[in-house]
């Protein structure tokens, strides 16, 4: 169990948040990719970044409350709706995997991260 713990808090910490970061500067660095750039991917890493914004917001909301109670409704609307949005990114990921781009591999990493993050912060509560 702590190996799983491990993984997933290496995965939604770490490695999602550096692919995340990666995804978009590969993605800004090739202006010429961006013009014939296939949807899929990049809808993947909207997602992911859309899962990103809502962990900060909902942690600067948190804060701005002074804190969620236990198992509060809202909570676990913030916790349903980042868990959608990452399954929506591996989605994406794994169709615009077949599509050559410059960041289809990245894009795999941000939307499995952000999955291991809000489960790592689901299985907090």
């Not at 993984?7 to 999602?16: D, E, P, S």
């Not at 997602?47 to 600067?60: D, H, K, R």
């Not at 591996?90 to 291991?116: D, E, H, K, M, T």
Request: charged residues 10%.
């Amino acid at each position: 169990m702590t190996v799983l713990f491990t993984i997933l808090i290496a995965g939604g910490f770490i490695v999602g948040p550096i692919a995340l970061i990666w995804s978009w500067v590969r993605l800004l660095q090739n202006r010429t990719a961006i013009s014939k750039f296939p949807v899929i991917s990049f809808l993947s890493l909207l997602c992911a970044t859309a899962s990103a914004l809502l962990a900060i917001g909902s942690a600067v909301y948190a804060h701005h409350i002074g804190g969620f109670g236990f198992y509060d409704p809202k909570l676990m609307h913030i916790y349903r709706d980042g868990f959608y949005l990452s399954l929506g990114a591996i989605l994406f990921s794994l169709i615009g995997v077949y599509q050559r781009n410059p960041i289809r591999w990245l894009s795999i990493g941000a939307g499995i991260g952000s999955l291991f993050f809000w489960i790592c912060m689901a299985s907090g509560e």
